[in-house]
Every structure is written in C-alpha cells, then in structure tokens.
C-alpha cells in the first residue's frame, strides 16, 4: 500500500515550457487534490476533483490545467511555465474532505 | 469567505507545553483539523474535533474549540525535538468538498 505517490520529485522548466505532474492513490478515494505550497502563502489549492471524470477550479486555478480520466490517478498541467509557477506542488486524497492524504511533493523550478 | 488565520512561529524549550492558536470565520465547520508538515515532506493529519465538542485529547494532544469565538488551539505536552514542524489549522463546513487551511505555525523546539 503505497498511499499517494507523486512523479517527479523534482524538475527545472525554462519559461514557456510544458509539463504534466503525475499522482497516483492505491486507497480508492474518491477526492483527489492539487496544492502549491509557497513561503509564507501556506497551501492554496489549484484544481480538484470529486470522482473520476470530473475537476473543478480552486482558488488558484490560473496556468493550470488537470484531467481524472481514472479514478486512482489526477494529473496537474502546465501548459506555458511562468516563473511566478514555481513552487512546491502537493497532491491529496482522500475519501472525505477533512481527511486528506498527501503525497511527497514535487519542487519545481522554473527559470 | 472562509478564512483561517494563525500566527507564523512558536518557539519552545524542550520539555515544555506548546500551544498553537487558530481562529476561523465559517461558523458552519463541522469538523476542524491539525495537520503536521515534517521538513520535506506532505502534510500528515495529526487529530481532529468535531464542532460539538469542546475538547478532545490524544496521547500528547489536547485540542481546545471554543465554538463562540471560532477559536481553536493545539496544545503539545512535554515538547520534544521531534515536534519542530510546521502546524496547519484547517476546517471544512456543510456541503463542501475543500479545506480551507491556515497559513500554518512553524514551531521550533531548542534543547
């Protein structure tokens, strides 16, 4: 039982490049999460999703984009990197919103 | 909107009680969450309260709701070194699917 798992660990973009972060959850949650965590912000969340099939924009949606086209996996999008993008991404799960399951993170870097 | 709030660092000496506040504004949370962040790592829940309840202790953990004026705290018995993380408030309210968290306390244990 892995838990959340999130790929890569780590990862530098020069601006204007695209990259898909990938999460996985083997607790078959239905809820599934993106954060990014900044110095001082604490962790606002990007998009989320209530089931397989479906996302929903949170408070920071802007330059990202996600898909749950299964259930056990939610993958965040970056189409364009903006520096303003770097940041420390987290993914959650969980079967009922308060009690959420992270991954690791991944730190990214964009320059 | 929702809001939750808390100070940014809490220093302590070792051996000593640590005790991290949080206020929140939506009077409809039913249930209210701390949450430990270990350098490098994703948030871990550490206990939660639900809104009926005034009190709830785990071990170490003592977790205070006064209701009335959406006050929350996390009291850590006999701090220890391994303790120094950083502590998120978090609530969820009727009919939604997201926490909202605080901006998180950074707690700092010295021998």
């Known amino acids: 039982n892995a838990g959340v798992t999130q790929t890569p660990k780590f990862r530098v973009l020069k601006t204007g490049q695209s990259m898909t972060l990938l999460c996985a959850q083997d607790m078959n949650h239905e809820y599934m999460y993106w954060y990014r965590q900044d110095p001082g912000m604490g962790l606002r969340l990007i998009h989320y999703?209530?089931?397989?099939?479906?996302?929903a924009k949170g408070e920071v949606p802007d330059g990202y984009n996600v898909s749950r086209l299964k259930k056990q996996n939610f993958l965040l999008g970056l189409e364009s990197a903006a520096p303003s993008q770097t940041s420390v991404y987290f993914c959650?799960?969980?079967?009922?919103?308060?009690?959420?399951?992270f991954g690791p993170g991944t730190r990214l870097t964009v320059t | 909107g929702e809001d939750v709030e808390q100070s940014l660092f809490l220093s302590v000496r070792e051996g000593d009680s640590s005790v991290i506040n949080c206020t929140y504004t939506?009077?409809?949370?039913?249930?209210l969450y701390w949450y430990k962040q270990e350098p490098g790592a994703g948030l871990q829940l550490l206990t939660y309260i639900f809104s009926n309840m005034d009190m709830k202790q785990d071990q170490r953990l003592t977790v205070l709701l006064n209701k009335k004026d959406k006050h929350l705290s996390l009291r850590i018995a006999d701090t220890q070194t391994g303790d120094s993380a950083i502590y998120f408030c978090a609530e969820v309210g009727d009919n939604t699917d997201k926490l909202i968290f605080g901006t998180g306390t950074r707690l700092q244990v010295f021998p």
């Open positions: 999703s209530v089931g397989e099939g479906t996302t």
């Open positions: 959650a799960s969980t079967g009922h919103p308060g009690e959420q399951y």
């Open positions: 939506d009077s409809s949370s039913t249930y």
